[in-house]
């Protein structure tokens, strides 16, 4: 194995340097691309276009981040993250509430938030 050493509180110290080792791949339990591939079949066959299945994939996304079942759905952050407009978000909202996806739950001035319910 080769050697080396580093100088820490001014003493010389031997490391042994993975070099040479081969790291073995780690391996996951199960599959995921963003989102959990058995969720990501579940909504495929639901989402009628492209845009409505990268809303999805981004709820999905939200939700992990938000770490919260029920969480706000911002415009300017589908905008950015996506270049996807407020106008294709609604629609997608709208559809996925009706093909039981989602849950939105509308409170006066306050931001739309949402809830998956499965």
């Keep these: 194995m080769p050697m080396e050493y580093v100088i820490r509180d001014?003493?010389?110290i031997e490391v042994e340097t993975l070099a040479g080792r081969a790291v073995p791949k780690r391996?996951?339990?199960?599959?995921?691309?963003?989102?959990?591939?058995?969720?990501?079949?579940?909504?495929?066959?639901?989402?009628?276009?492209?845009?409505?299945?990268a809303v999805a994939i981004w709820l999905h996304r939200r939700r992990a981040v938000c770490r919260n079942e029920l969480f706000t759905v911002p415009n300017q952050e589908l905008h950015e993250d996506l270049g996807l407009s407020r106008k294709v978000k609604y629609a997608a909202l709208r559809h996925f509430e009706k093909t039981e996806v989602i849950a939105v739950v509308r409170d006066g001035k306050r931001a739309?938030?949402?809830r998956f319910l499965w």
């Design 10 to 12: 001014g003493r010389r």
């Design 27 to 53: 391996r996951r339990a199960d599959q995921h691309i963003g989102c959990p591939l058995e969720w990501l079949k579940r909504v495929l066959p639901l989402a009628e276009t492209k845009e409505q299945l």
């Design 112 to 114: 739309l938030q949402v």
